[in-house]
């Protein structure tokens, strides 16, 4: 069973079904687009359409990070190294739909207004939070390269993309503080992300600086996330 696994991880139609699969979120979304555009109005994107894919691409965004950081749990659990070769694609489907997420407020709700956006930033502690994670991803998306870990060094460069664990938590408490009364998914998906992080705590290997291998000279093709 664990080789059949291994094998059906291992090949390249499971990780092209995995890409469209990450693409549902915005094709379901297509549909209500296209009724608002044509017909005025879509009874799925509610009386305020912007505010309603504001917070789907957000949520979106909080889940596919939540997907990727649990690469590395459910890797070790079911002794499945090819699991990991998921995390890059799902890493930076997290960065494509935190991209909408920002468009649809910066461009549908401020109009490109920068000091608008600006204002924002500085008032409201949900959305100083919710940037802060946002500028957190951006050089996790740039470097996510083979190139970008030869030129940095795989130990800085993992370093770097740890940066993923802060841009989540950021997330989670963006969420949090935006809503008003109903708490109970930033507060799961919080659960979620502590839980992830207990896990890590707990399998964590020390190892003495002396006894570290060198930098690979070669770029693990696996990953674009820290374990």
Known sequence: ???????????RWTKAAVFLLCLVPILLLARPLWMLATAGYSPQLTANPIEYITHYTGTWTIRFLLIT???????KIFNQPKIARYRR????????YVCLHFLTWFVLDKFFSFPEMWADILKRRYI???????A???PLAVTSTAGWVRRLGFVKWQRL???IYFAALAGVIHYYWLVKSDVRLPLMYGAILGILMLYRLATRKPTPR?????????????ASLPD
């Open 128 to 134: 100083t939070v919710g940037m802060l994670g946002f």
């Open 161 to 163: 993309h740890r940066l």
């Open 89 to 96: 694609m799902l890493g930076l489907f997290a960065f494509f």
């Open 210 to 222: 002396a006894a570290r291998a060198p930098e690979p000279a070669t770029t693990p093709n696996t």
């Open 136 to 138: 957190m991803l951006l």
């Open 1 to 11: 069973m664990s080789k059949l696994l291994g094998k059906i991880l291992g090949s």
């Open 69 to 75: 950081l649990s690469v590395t749990p459910f890797r």
